[in-house]
């Protein structure tokens, strides 16, 4: 291969690995001082390549805040520096109230603004959590969500998502976390007419209590929508942990939940 084509080849792979951001959801769990070090240390491990992390279902209580302090904590001994951002509790029934967190390399992302949506407090249990981050002049916004049981219709508060980019038209939202509901199902039919595309399709991301002929995952839970717009997806991928471990048992200390991630570029 002749040396400039080389050349060209390299300067086209910076580029692109300068230009881009890499994002991941978890649903951790009920995330509080249940989690022992070396569950925190587990988790710092998986996560520690990406550059925005979204956290569902932190403890409201006592133990959930100091858990993403310790997880951030952890994630500043290996190598980069991390800061973090947790809501106040969501404004559903007593025993649904959690809390959300971003988690972030700051010397690759900026924060700009983070704040609880109360707009729709009383139409949403869990309302989303939003983070608005710059990446080399362009900013994005995280748009952290954990939904209602499946048995309690989690469409219901899903569908108001569509008012959503209207209502903040100078925002890039990224819409990410639990939804409890499929991509596939009708009610994600608004965004995508808005050009909202799903990173994820038949992608179950729940763990069973037990494998069964080595399915380990239950339901398309999790997932990740962007504008495609406005972002261009590079790369997809989750994360199966369970598999690090003997038993389903052991692996639900860490989550019932794999992460979903991804790798964008800002157009």
């Given at each position: 291969?002749?040396?400039?084509?080389?050349?060209?080849?390299?300067?086209?792979?910076?580029?692109?690995?300068?230009?881009?951001?890499?994002?991941?959801?978890?649903?951790?769990?009920?995330?509080?001082?249940?989690?022992?070090?070396?569950?925190?240390?587990?988790?710092?491990?998986t996560v520690k390549q990406y550059d925005v992390?979204?956290?569902?279902?932190?403890?409201?209580?006592?133990?959930?805040?100091?858990?993403?302090?310790?997880?951030?904590?952890?994630?500043?001994?290996?190598?980069?520096?991390?800061?973090?951002?947790?809501?106040?509790?969501?404004?559903?029934?007593?025993?649904?109230?959690?809390?959300?967190?971003?988690?972030?390399?700051?010397?690759?992302?900026?924060?700009?603004?983070?704040?609880?949506?109360?707009?729709?407090?009383?139409?949403?249990?869990?309302?989303?959590?939003?983070?608005?981050?710059?990446?080399?002049?362009?900013?994005?916004?995280?748009?952290?969500?954990?939904?209602?049981?499946?048995?309690?219709q989690p469409e219901t508060e899903i569908k108001?998502?569509?008012?959503?980019?209207?209502?903040?038209?100078?925002?890039?939202?990224?819409?990410?976390?639990?939804?409890?509901?499929?991509?596939?199902?009708?009610?994600?039919?608004?965004?995508?007419?808005?050009?909202?595309?799903?990173?994820?399709?038949?992608?179950?991301?729940?763990?069973?209590?037990?494998?069964?002929?080595?399915?380990?995952?239950?339901?398309?839970?999790?997932?990740?929508?962007?504008?495609?717009?406005?972002?261009?997806?590079?790369?997809?991928?989750?994360?199966?942990?369970?598999?690090?471990?003997?038993?389903?048992?052991?692996?639900?200390?860490?989550?019932?939940?794999?992460?979903?991630?991804?790798?964008?570029?800002?157009?």
């Amino acid at each position: 291969m002749p040396k400039k084509i080389i050349a060209l080849f390299f300067i086209l792979w910076s580029c692109l690995s300068w230009s881009q951001v890499k994002l991941c959801s978890w649903n951790l769990s009920n995330f509080g001082k249940s989690k022992s070090d070396e569950t925190i240390a587990f988790i710092a491990n998986t996560v520690k390549q990406y550059d925005v992390v979204a956290i569902q279902e932190v403890v409201a209580g006592y133990g959930g805040a100091q858990a993403v302090a310790r997880l951030a904590d952890e994630l500043n001994r290996k190598g980069a520096q991390w800061d973090y951002a947790i809501s106040d509790p969501t404004s559903g029934s007593s025993h649904k109230k959690e809390r959300y967190a971003f988690i972030w390399k700051t010397a690759t992302v900026r924060k700009k603004k983070i704040w609880l949506e109360k707009k729709y407090h009383l139409a949403i249990d869990r309302e989303p959590y939003f983070g608005s981050f710059d990446y080399k002049g362009k900013e994005f916004t995280v748009v952290n969500f954990h939904a209602i049981t499946r048995k309690k219709q989690p469409e219901t508060e899903i569908k108001h998502f569509k008012k959503l980019p209207s209502q903040y038209p100078e925002n890039n939202l990224i819409f990410v976390g639990d939804f409890n509901c499929p991509q596939s199902h009708t009610v994600f039919n608004p965004l995508k007419t808005m050009g909202y595309r799903s990173v994820f399709k038949n992608q179950k991301t729940s763990l069973k209590l037990k494998c069964k002929k080595q399915e380990c995952l239950a339901s398309e839970f999790d997932n990740i929508f962007y504008n495609s717009q406005k972002v261009k997806l590079l790369t997809k991928n989750t994360h199966l942990f369970y598999k690090n471990f003997e038993t389903m048992p052991l692996a639900r200390k860490i989550s019932d939940h794999i992460p979903v991630c991804f790798t964008f570029m800002l157009l």
